[in-house]
């Protein structure tokens, strides 16, 4: 994984001040991927000076949406640095095998900027392998990375370095969660290698489209309203299932015919339903996170005046089309839910560098943790929610579109920007107005040239207009102020 050496306590980096979306002079490609961009302070002056053309570069800014990068590989593999040893068996072995590997073996020590690769990384891979060590359970940078997998709709693959009792004692609430339902490789006993190895390889090959996909598909989770382009493999088998829910639903045998139950009632049957399951996950022993749990699921399951309907209940269990025993839904919306909140709070290792990336899966849980960090009060976060809101493609959302247009509004020129260049992508003609007064009015060059960049991309005889007249009435400007500075030296003569 990239985590920094084990003998230094596990501390997130410092997120510094960058200029997210635009100063492309700083952006290099390297390797065949877009390398992630410089550290760069912002300021908000209305002096502002640009020695770059800035028209030039707003346009560079809409290509940029529509582009991805292309690190590409067939595997990530995340690992503690203290199994810097078996990472390298298992990266040649693979390699041998003729699966590209990406990986990290230079760690903090090369800075923020590789760790914004390994966001990358892990977004673009084909698979993510996990290497479960009693050192890399207890790492952060490992759980974060884990958590973006997940998200990002990879098939993960959890290699067991030790027994699974051993490894499962160190970790904590949200890993056990998320690696529950998984089906792991034991790579406990090393004699045995080969025959792990070739167990692992043949899961990996059929992942990356290499074998029978109609195979693999039994261990696919079902899809969380994302693109069709890739199954998620591996996320939910049957090691985690309530054999109960194969032979009845939890409500019929809790509640019978019954049209809707108070909350309490509910709370109080799914515990007693469930328990052992959730002792299994450090639920029920741990106040906190059940509390957590309950809250996700009241939430989900649009809970009002602390009665649940049988209607509102039949519809949670719906996912991607598809009607699931109500403990697997319950397990699939915690973990997506915890993920979400791993990746996307301010200590992740690996949020910012990221979340651009994870606007192509189009999971609505995505896109509301966007929507969520719009009003951000870093305001890189916020250009960075804007732009990537934008590479979603959500034109026909409208809440989308209204939290966007806010952007125009916001006070840091950088924000402006990215909202400008997010509707210029989206085509949106509702915003001409605002764009045309940013255009006209904005103090900073640099939000007036994205604006007029935004204009023409989105078009139409409202924008067309508006962007004739304006330049009708900057030349008109131009040469009055010429006319009147050749006045000024005819009298001094």
């Not at 800075?111 to 673009?124: C, M, R």
């Not at 973006?148 to 904590?172: E, H, Q």
């Not at 959500?394 to 509004?409: C, F, G």
């Not at 949106?428 to 023409?456: C, G």
Request: net charge negative; glycine share 6%.
């Amino acid at each position: 994984m990239g985590s920094g050496p084990s003998s230094q306590k596990s501390q997130p980096p410092t997120l510094l001040p960058i200029q997210v979306v635009h100063n492309l002079e700083n952006e290099r490609f390297k390797n065949g991927s877009l390398e992630p961009l410089q550290p760069q302070a912002v300021q908000n002056t209305a002096n502002e000076q640009l020695e770059d053309d800035t028209h030039t570069r707003g346009q560079k800014d809409l290509k940029r949406l529509e582009s991805s990068s292309e690190f590409g590989q067939d595997v990530m593999i995340s690992y503690s640095h203290q199994d810097m040893d078996f990472m390298r068996k298992m990266r040649g072995s693979l390699e041998s095998a003729g699966i590209s590997v990406w990986v990290d073996e230079q760690g903090l020590g090369a800075g923020v900027d590789f760790l914004n690769k390994i966001g990358h990384a892990i977004v673009e891979a084909k698979v993510f392998l996990s290497l479960l060590s009693p050192n890399s359970v207890t790492s952060k940078y490992c759980k974060d990375e884990l958590a973006l997998a997940y998200i990002s709709n990879k098939p993960i693959f959890p290699v067991a370095m030790a027994t699974r009792d051993g490894l499962r004692k160190g970790m904590d609430f949200g890993m056990q969660l998320t690696l529950a339902p998984m089906e792991w490789v034991d790579f406990s006993d090393r004699d045995k290698f080969d025959v792990s190895f070739a167990a692992l390889t043949q899961k990996i090959k059929a992942a990356t489209n290499d074998g029978d996909e109609s195979k693999v598909a039994e261990v696919g989770k079902p899809k969380l309203e994302r693109q069709p382009t890739r199954q998620n493999l591996n996320k939910m088998t049957r090691l985690n299932s309530n054999p109960l829910d194969d032979e009845s639903d939890f409500w019929e045998r809790a509640f019978k015919d019954a049209k809707d139950v108070p909350w309490s009632k509910f709370k109080e049957a799914f515990d007693k339903q469930y328990g052992s399951l959730l002792d299994g996950m450090q639920i029920s022993s741990d106040a906190e996170n059940k509390d957590w749990l309950m809250t996700v699921l009241k939430r989900e399951m649009n809970v009002e005046n602390n009665v649940l309907t049988r209607e509102n209940y039949d519809e949670f269990r719906f996912m991607g089309g598809v009607k699931l025993p109500f403990w697997q839904r319950v397990h699939e919306q915690a973990v997506e839910s915890y993920t979400m909140r791993e990746v996307f709070q301010m200590e992740s290792s690996v949020r910012l560098s990221a979340i651009e990336d994870l606007a192509k899966y189009r999971s609505k849980a995505v896109v509301d943790a966007l929507l969520d960090l719009l009003q951000d009060e870093d305001p890189n976060v916020r250009a960075v929610a804007a732009v990537t809101l934008a590479k979603s493609g959500n034109a026909e959302d409208q809440q989308v579109i209204n939290r966007l247009l806010k952007t125009l509004q916001d006070k840091d020129r950088l924000v402006r920007e990215s909202g400008c260049i997010a509707l210029g992508h989206l085509r949106v003609r509702q915003a001409v107005p605002q764009l045309v007064h940013l255009w006209r009015n904005d103090t900073i060059s640099t939000v007036r040239e994205a604006a007029s960049v935004s204009l023409e991309k989105i078009g139409g005889e409202e924008a067309e207009k508006a962007i004739h007249m304006t330049k009708v009435l900057s030349e008109e400007i131009k040469l009055l102020m010429t006319q009147s500075m050749q006045k000024q030296d005819r009298d001094k003569r």
